[in-house]
């Protein structure tokens, strides 16, 4: 599979070799003729030196040369099949990646919406008014009215904020398992067409 540009200039050689030989044939074919229609018009006819020898010589190599471009057809179409199978296992490499890649996104995921969830779980009882004024005892205030109100507001703007990232956690969360579903339905296509290309390749199937 290292020889695919090399094998392509032999075959591009091979053929133009296959012309000119065609055409050396045709020429000596008719300047064979030619010669022998002017010995027949001729006063004075000159007996041709045969050039059946040369001819069979040109017609061998044509042979030769015909085999030579049919022997680099069949090692170029082989080629192209180990370009198929390595093309495929790429691909195939790449989907694998990618599952894992998605898998570690939702793991991730999944540890900070536990972190988030606990957070969340601990500020619903501290919104409590018992809660709140049990956290502001012992603190001297000139207005403690309005201390538990900011104490609470902080809280809440703190359980909104934990909400709103826990919903777009949900959202990647969905997107991301529809990607995973995706990537493993295009891995068990691209293992079928790669154990199809091994054997049309004619390469030991490894699994």
Do not use: H, W
Not at 85 to 98: I, N, T
Not at 130 to 150: T, W
Not at 166 to 188: G, K, T
């Amino acid at each position: 599979m290292q020889n695919d540009g090399y094998c392509g200039i032999r075959l591009v050689r091979a053929y133009k070799a296959l012309i000119l030989a065609a055409l050396l044939c045709g020429v000596i074919e008719g300047s064979n003729a030619a010669a022998q229609e002017a010995a027949r018009n001729s006063a004075a006819p000159v007996q041709a030196a045969p050039k059946t020898d040369d001819i069979d010589q040109l017609r061998k190599t044509v042979r030769q040369l015909g085999a030579e471009v049919s022997r680099l057809k069949a090692e170029n179409a082989k080629l192209e099949k180990y370009r198929q199978v390595d093309y495929l296992r790429e691909q195939l490499l790449k989907e694998e990646q990618r599952i894992e890649t998605l898998q570690k996104e939702l793991a991730d995921i999944g540890a900070r919406e536990t972190a988030l969830q606990n957070r969340l779980d601990e500020i619903e009882p501290q919104l409590r008014p018992d809660q709140i004024e049990q956290a502001r005892a012992g603190v001297g205030s000139m207005r403690p009215e309005e201390d538990r109100e900011a104490m609470k507001q902080r809280l809440t703007n703190e359980k909104r904020r934990i909400q709103t990232q826990l919903d777009q956690f949900q959202q990647n969360r969905v997107r991301i398992q529809s990607s995973i579903s995706s990537a493993e339905a295009s891995v068990v296509t691209l293992r079928q067409r790669l154990k199809d290309a091994v054997r049309a390749a004619g390469l030991p199937n490894t699994g």
